[in-house]
């Protein structure tokens, strides 16, 4: 049995932010709008390809049609140091 988070659902909130919820109970938006300006992942700023994300059904990890992805644990663990800074809080902007 595999006791890593999983997500169990996504929605597209707004042009680049995508709610993810896990099935730990952890959810929450993620904007990718600093992440999408890599140049490895120029093909999603176009808001209608962005908008074709889907969880991969083998991995588990936030993917598109031509094989961009964004890890599932990556996303988990900055879901989750966000929710403990607004417990605590700290303004993220701050780190």
């Not at 929605?11 to 890599?38: C, M, P, R």
């Not at 964004?70 to 417990?87: E, F, I």
């Amino acid at each position: 049995m595999n006791d890593e988070p999983q997500i169990i659902s996504i929605k597209l909130a707004s042009d680049y932010i995508i709610t993810i919820n896990y099935n730990d109970g952890v959810k929450g938006d993620y904007n990718f709008s600093k992440v999408i300006e890599h140049d490895d992942l120029k093909a999603l700023q176009d808001k209608a390809y962005f908008g074709t994300v889907k969880v991969c059904e083998k991995s588990g990890d936030l993917v598109w049609q031509n094989g961009e992805s964004v890890c599932k644990d990556a996303l988990y663990r900055q879901l989750t140091l966000r929710s403990m800074l607004n417990n605590l809080k700290i303004d993220e902007e701050l780190l």
